[in-house]
C-alpha cells in the first residue's frame, strides 16, 4: 500500500540581519601607533609585560609574534630596551643619590602617667641598597655584556687561553727514576 504524500513544509523566515558581535579583549592587530607606543614605553625603563597589561595593550605574546614577523620592529624593540637599560642604570644613581627619608614616632608614658612623644627622621639605606641592588641584579641579566660582571673563563680574541707549566720538577723525578733504574740493574 503506498504511504501517503507528506504535506509540504512551509518555508522558514529567513532570519534578519545581526549586527555584528562587539568585539572585546585585547588589540591582537598591528598597528605602527601602538608599535610607537610600545617602543616609546620600553625605552623609559618600563618591561613588556608591565606595559601589555594596559586594556588597549595587546598580550605580551602577541608582541614576539610581531616581531618575529617584522626583523625591523625586533630590531625597534631592541633599541627601546637599550635605552631603557641604560634608564634604569641612571635611577640606580638618583636612588644612591636621594636620601629616603622617613619618621619614626616612638610614644612612651611615664610611671607618673604623662606621654611622651620622640619623633626620629632618618635615611633609610636598607630599602634604597634593595632598589638599587634589584635593578642591578635585572640589568646584569638582561644585559650581561654591558651590566654584568665581567668574567673571562675561556680564551677569546682579547684573552686568549695560554697554558703555562714549569715542567722543571717532573724532569727532577723523571731523572731519579732513572738512576735508581740504572742503580737497580747492577
Not at 5 to 33: D, H, I, L, M, V
Amino acid at each position: 500500500m503506498p504511504k501517503p504524500a507528506k504535506p509540504a513544509k512551509p518555508a522558514k523566515p529567513k532570519p534578519k540581519a545581526q549586527a555584528a558581535p562587539k568585539k572585546t579583549g585585547r588589540p591582537s592587530k598591528y598597528t605602527p601607533e601602538l608599535a610607537a607606543e610600545i617602543a616609546r614605553r620600553l625605552s623609559e625603563g618600563e618591561p613588556l609585560r608591565q606595559i601589555c597589561r594596559d586594556e588597549h595593550m595587546p598580550h605580551w605574546t602577541n608582541m614576539y609574534e610581531w616581531m618575529a614577523q617584522d626583523p625591523q620592529l625586533s630590531v625597534r624593540i631592541a633599541r627601546a630596551r637599550e635605552a631603557g637599560y641604560d634608564k634604569m642604570a641612571e635611577e640606580c644613581l638618583e636612588l644612591a643619590d636621594t636620601p629616603a627619608l622617613y619618621e619614626k614616632v616612638v610614644e612612651t608614658v611615664d610611671p607618673t602617667g604623662k606621654k611622651h612623644v620622640a619623633v626620629t627622621r632618618s635615611d633609610d639605606v636598607n630599602a634604597r641598597r634593595l632598589q638599587v641592588e634589584t635593578r642591578l641584579k635585572l640589568l646584569s641579566k638582561w644585559n650581561p655584556k654591558r651590566y654584568g660582571d665581567r668574567v673571562t673563563m675561556a680564551g677569546d680574541a682579547e684573552n686568549p687561553v695560554s697554558v703555562q707549566a714549569d715542567l722543571a720538577f717532573f724532569d727532577a723525578i723523571l731523572k731519579n727514576m732513572e738512576a735508581k733504574r740504572q742503580l737497580g740493574n747492577k
